[in-house]
């Protein structure tokens, strides 16, 4: 979102547009629907169906938080040098700009909950940032925990300028913070908030218009939104199911999602071939958790992801690479026994593939997955509560008083923890959440580089 | 009472006091002015209440000041200074915030009894949350008034005054916009 900070930059631009009487945001190409019109430059390569894309995400979007935002500028830019050069956004930011957005990326989700949400307020940013943060479908995110003693940084910074410490607080701690207000008050609270707060960065300022609005003290508050029930994103998951019947369904990567419903404890599993990852993650009631998207590194190849299911609804995601067609083929079938033997008796093999096991919350005893390896691999951690045990075989896991431990088990720290392979060739995994928050676990396992 | 409230009812009578002899002192000094200037003090009372996005913070404010005039003898226009404080206390669980101003401006009498004035001045807005959190944030500010003066006697007068001003914090680019009515007396000769 647009803030203070840019206000220079932003005035440079509109005096530049007075003057010259035209900019540089893209305009050769224009597609239109009934709420948006989608701006890019001449060599773009556009698929007009975004704009279906667009529309659902809106119709969605405005189901859940009867918004009514006007009609939506989305303005491509070629690239982020294109962006920074011909746009108001802060060096280094996709922004939106009232109802415009501006962004290097066809579809951007979080600039586009900004944009919806434009004629409901002007709020702080750490509430206009967590808001962005929480309602997302697409690209859904963990909102890492932020020092409570540390609210008045992150109610009191910019959302702008390259990542800091300080603005990673403004997005983790707003989600959580929206996310504890909807559990505390409800959607219709959380907007007449989002409308009366005012935009400032004034810590105290902000302090004393939560405590008059909530009755609460953000300093208390600060402490609950710890509780991992405040970590995800929310997601109204009215997207189209995924097949399954066995044939493969396509949705593009970072643009849409789809949803799977499952009536009973299930072993999922979701093969995709296009490169992408795909994730499940909980919609509802998905205050309570969100999905762990590894962001940073692509997948080589292939990737599976095989998850631990309870009834409810689920959504499915791709995340990185960014762009392209995901292609995911889903396999279900009821399954409420997950210990160490019946995982042994049918391993996955990695076979050069990325292979994520997922547990949706709620899941009281450990998880076992088995997994055959044809050469050394590297696993990540993806779950906060995530506690991890790797062994060669059952056997090991049941003897030790400490079986088969791997060094850390910190969630994000240390990246690609060794895992050698074992002479069976086999390894068995358990998820076990390491505290009572009911939060999601991960791992995430591929070759050795 | 708490320590805290206690402390800040000590700070309030100090600050009373100090204004009040201040008040008295430059009262006799503007007599004692030779003529064709006159300095004459005045001390103000108002109640306001808020507009915009300050409504969202407070809706009513108590606002004390004193300030200074100068004229020539036989003028309608009056150059003026003043300091005015909005003490708010208990706005929210431990919550004080105080806003401080500091302003210069023009004040001319119409037909005797209509005064209208424009200010311009700096501000600053303290806010304390118990010992969580306390922040200061300055300002620039512009103020307009219309009152009607009545002569008390040959030396006092007393302005009823509606006012209206607009502060610009400028950190947080927040507009804190009031309107409301003051009570001014005055060490004040009739023109």
Same mark, same amino acid.
């Given at each position: 979102?647009?803030?203070?900070?840019?206000?220079?930059?932003?005035?440079?631009?509109?005096?530049?547009?007075?003057?010259?009487?035209?900019?540089?945001?893209?305009?050769?190409?224009?597609?239109?629907?009934?709420?948006?019109?989608?701006?890019?430059?001449?060599?773009?390569?556009?698929?007009?169906?975004?704009?279906?894309?667009?529309?659902?995400?809106?119709?969605?979007?405005?189901?859940?938080?009867?918004?009514?935002?006007?009609?939506?500028?989305?303005?491509?830019?070629?690239?982020?040098?294109?962006?920074?050069?011909?746009?108001?956004?802060?060096?280094?930011?996709?922004?939106?700009?009232?109802?415009?957005?501006?962004?290097?990326?066809?579809?951007?989700?979080?600039?586009?909950?900004?944009?919806?949400?434009?004629?409901?307020?002007?709020?702080?940013?750490?509430?206009?940032?967590?808001?962005?943060?929480?309602?997302?479908?697409?690209?859904?995110?963990?909102?890492?925990?932020?020092?409570?003693?540390?609210?008045?940084?992150?109610?009191?910074?910019?959302?702008?300028?390259?990542?800091?410490?300080?603005?990673?607080?403004?997005?983790?701690?707003?989600?959580?913070?929206?996310?504890?207000?909807?559990?505390?008050?409800?959607?219709?609270?959380?907007?007449?908030?989002?409308?009366?707060?005012?935009?400032?960065?004034?810590?105290?300022?902000?302090?004393?218009?939560?405590?008059?609005?909530?009755?609460?003290?953000?300093?208390?508050? $600060? %402490?609950?939104? /710890?509780?991992? !029930?405040? *970590?995800?994103?929310?997601?109204?998951? @009215? =997207?189209? &199911?995924?097949?399954?019947?066995?044939?493969?369904?396509?949705?593009?990567?970072?643009?849409?999602?789809?949803?799977?419903?499952?009536?009973?404890?299930?072993?999922?599993?979701?093969?995709?071939?296009?490169?992408?990852?795909?994730?499940?993650?909980?919609?509802?009631?998905?205050?309570?958790?969100?999905?762990?998207?590894?962001?940073?590194?692509?997948?080589?190849?292939?990737?599976?992801?095989?998850?631990?299911?309870?009834?409810?609804?689920?959504?499915?995601?791709?995340?990185?690479?960014?762009?392209?067609? $995901? %292609?995911?083929? /889903?396999?279900? !079938?009821? *399954?409420?026994?997950?210990?160490?033997? @019946? =995982?042994? &008796?049918?391993?996955?093999?990695?076979?050069?593939?990325?292979?994520?096991?997922?547990?949706?919350?709620?899941?009281?005893?450990?998880?076992?997955?088995?997994?055959?390896?044809?050469?050394?691999?590297?696993?990540?951690?993806?779950?906060?509560?995530?506690?991890?045990?790797?062994?060669?075989?059952?056997?090991?896991?049941?003897?030790?008083?400490?079986?088969?431990?791997?060094?850390?088990?910190?969630?994000?720290?240390?990246?690609?923890?060794?895992?050698?392979?074992?002479?069976?060739?086999?390894?068995?995994? $358990?998820?076990?959440?390491?505290?009572?928050?009911?939060?999601?676990?991960?791992?995430?396992?591929?070759?050795?580089? | 009472?708490?320590?805290?409230?206690?402390?800040?009812?000590?700070?309030?009578?100090?600050?009373?006091?100090?204004?009040?002899?201040?008040?008295?002192?430059?009262?006799?000094?503007?007599?004692?002015?030779?003529?064709?200037?006159?300095?004459?003090?005045?001390?103000?009372?108002?109640?306001?209440?808020?507009?915009?996005?300050?409504?969202?913070?407070?809706?009513?404010?108590?606002?004390?000041?004193?300030?200074?005039?100068?004229?020539?003898?036989?003028?309608?226009?009056?150059?003026?200074?003043?300091?005015?404080?909005?003490?708010?206390?208990?706005?929210?669980?431990?919550?004080?915030?105080?806003?401080?101003?500091?302003?210069?401006?023009?004040?001319?009498?119409?037909?005797?009894?209509?005064?209208?004035?424009?200010?311009?001045?700096?501000?600053?807005?303290?806010?304390?949350?118990?010992?969580?959190?306390?922040?200061?944030?300055?300002?620039?500010?512009?103020?307009?008034?219309?009152?009607?003066?009545?002569?008390?006697?040959?030396?006092?007068?007393?302005?009823?005054?509606?006012?209206?001003?607009?502060?610009?914090?400028?950190?947080?680019?927040?507009?804190?916009?009031?309107?409301?009515?003051?009570?001014?007396?005055?060490?004040?000769?009739?023109?």
């Amino acid at each position: 979102m647009l803030e203070a900070g840019a206000a220079a930059k932003r005035w440079c631009w509109l005096a530049s547009v007075l003057a010259v009487g035209c900019s540089d945001l893209p305009d050769d190409q224009l597609l239109t629907s009934a709420h948006f019109r989608y701006h890019a430059r001449a060599d773009a390569v556009l698929d007009p169906t975004i704009m279906n894309r667009l529309e659902a995400q809106r119709a969605e979007f405005d189901a859940r938080y009867a918004v009514d935002p006007g009609v939506i500028d989305y303005y491509l830019f070629r690239d982020a040098a294109d962006r920074d050069a011909n746009s108001p956004c802060p060096t280094g930011n996709n922004c939106t700009d009232q109802r415009s957005v501006m962004s290097s990326a066809p579809f951007h989700e979080h600039e586009l909950v900004h944009a919806f949400l434009n004629a409901s307020g002007a709020p702080a940013p750490v509430v206009a940032e967590g808001f962005a943060q929480y309602a997302a479908c697409i690209f859904p995110h963990l909102a890492y925990l932020v020092p409570p003693n540390q609210w008045p940084v992150a109610v009191g910074s910019s959302s702008e300028g390259p990542v800091t410490e300080a603005k990673a607080y403004v997005y983790n701690f707003g989600q959580r913070l929206v996310a504890w207000m909807m559990a505390a008050g409800g959607t219709t609270m959380v907007l007449d908030f989002y409308h009366r707060s005012v935009g400032t960065t004034d810590a105290a300022l902000f302090a004393l218009q939560f405590e008059r609005f909530w009755g609460r003290r953000l300093g208390d508050v $600060a %402490v609950e939104l /710890q509780d991992a !029930r405040y *970590a995800g994103s929310s997601c109204p998951c @009215t =997207a189209p &199911a995924l097949s399954d019947d066995g044939s493969a369904t396509s949705f593009v990567t970072l643009q849409e999602y789809r949803t799977v419903d499952v009536a009973a404890q299930s072993r999922l599993e979701l093969a995709s071939d296009g490169g992408q990852l795909v994730f499940p993650f909980v919609c509802a009631n998905a205050a309570d958790d969100g999905p762990i998207l590894p962001i940073h590194d692509a997948p080589r190849g292939a990737s599976l992801t095989i998850a631990r299911v309870g009834s409810g609804r689920y959504g499915v995601t791709a995340a990185y690479p960014a762009t392209g067609t $995901a %292609v995911v083929r /889903q396999s279900r !079938r009821a *399954a409420d026994d997950w210990t160490c033997d @019946t =995982a042994a &008796a049918n391993p996955v093999a990695l076979a050069g593939r990325e292979i994520t096991a997922w547990v949706a919350p709620g899941m009281k005893a450990g998880t076992w997955f088995a997994f055959t390896l044809d050469g050394d691999a590297t696993l990540d951690i993806l779950g906060e509560s995530t506690e991890v045990v790797v062994c060669p075989s059952c056997a090991e896991a049941r003897s030790a008083l400490s079986p088969c431990g791997i060094p850390e088990i910190t969630f994000g720290l240390p990246k690609a923890i060794p895992v050698p392979r074992p002479s069976s060739g086999t390894i068995v995994i $358990a998820l076990f959440s390491h505290d009572s928050t009911g939060t999601s676990l991960g791992v995430r396992l591929r070759s050795a580089p | 009472m708490t320590a805290r409230r206690g402390r800040a009812a000590l700070r309030c009578v100090v600050f009373t006091g100090l204004v009040g002899a201040a008040f008295a002192k430059t009262a006799a000094a503007a007599d004692r002015l030779p003529s064709p200037w006159l300095v004459e003090p005045e001390a103000r009372v108002g109640a306001d209440v808020t507009a915009g996005s300050a409504r969202q913070i407070i809706q009513e404010t108590l606002e004390l000041g004193v300030g200074v005039t100068a004229r020539r003898e036989g003028w309608a226009w009056r150059g003026r200074a003043g300091l005015d404080v909005e003490p708010l206390t208990d706005i929210g669980p431990g919550a004080s915030l105080q806003i401080f101003r500091a302003h210069l401006g023009v004040e001319r009498d119409w037909r005797r009894h209509l005064v209208t004035a424009l200010d311009l001045g700096g501000a600053v807005r303290r806010l304390s949350i118990a010992d969580e959190i306390t922040r200061t944030a300055p300002g620039i500010t512009a103020l307009a008034e219309v009152g009607w003066r009545v002569f008390l006697d040959a030396r006092w007068s007393l302005t009823a005054g509606l006012r209206s001003s607009t502060t610009w914090f400028f950190p947080d680019e927040f507009l804190w916009q009031e309107i409301g009515i003051a009570l001014t007396l005055g060490r004040s000769r009739a023109p």
